[in-house]
């Protein structure tokens, strides 16, 4: 399995250009479940086999033998910090900071599942996503979890993004949850097939603008997603 990165250099045309890097030999298989570029520059990509971090010309590999909590890590994000928590398949997550891995471990206990995606929102609240375990979001020091009782259409949860208002988009089995919070309080609007969605599966949710949001459908393609109209194009 090998890592492709592309950039863009100044030649006669702005031709692409393609580095490969090997995170294991060539013959051994290894699945990139996460990918995270932090704020100093360095890549990091979530493992089957470990966590591993890149700078252009050296690469470090962690597993349980250096702190890591499991070896399988399925989501990655950066804090305003410059920690980089980490999500694993057991639904556990932590942070690495200062050269050591850290559980993040609130007394109202963690996921079940494992961790899709990890979001820190304009406000720095924490948002992790879960494959079957609902949506977690940590803010007053406190975790809460959200499923079909709030209003939540899946407990799949594939992606998760921030809005231009603040909203908190996540990609579910069954349509999109818009999740806004206030004072601790979560409120949630579905966008599904009754709203015209011709694919429930949401995979990937991108804000193009401060009016359009993208969403990465299963089986549909891809669909744009107006915030005003609340109309979409496919």
Known sequence: MIIVFGAFIEVRAQAPFFQEYFLLRKNESIQINAIVQARGGPMWFGTSKGLYTF?????RHFNTKHGLHSNVVTALAE??????????????????????????????????????DILFDSKGNLWFATLNDGLYYFTANRLYRVDEAEGMPDLYIYDLAEDAAGNIWAGTDGGVAVCTLRESKISIQVINYNDGLPDNIIRKIIPENDHVVLLATEDAGIIRYDLSSKKHED
Do not use: M, V
């Open 55 to 59: 700078n252009g010309k050296e690469q």
């Open 79 to 116: 804090d305003s910090l410059g920690r980089i928590w980490i999500g694993y398949e057991n639904g556990k997550i932590g942070f690495f900071q200062s050269d050591s891995f850290r559980i993040f471990d609130p007394p109202e206990g963690s996921a079940t599942k494992a961790i899709s």
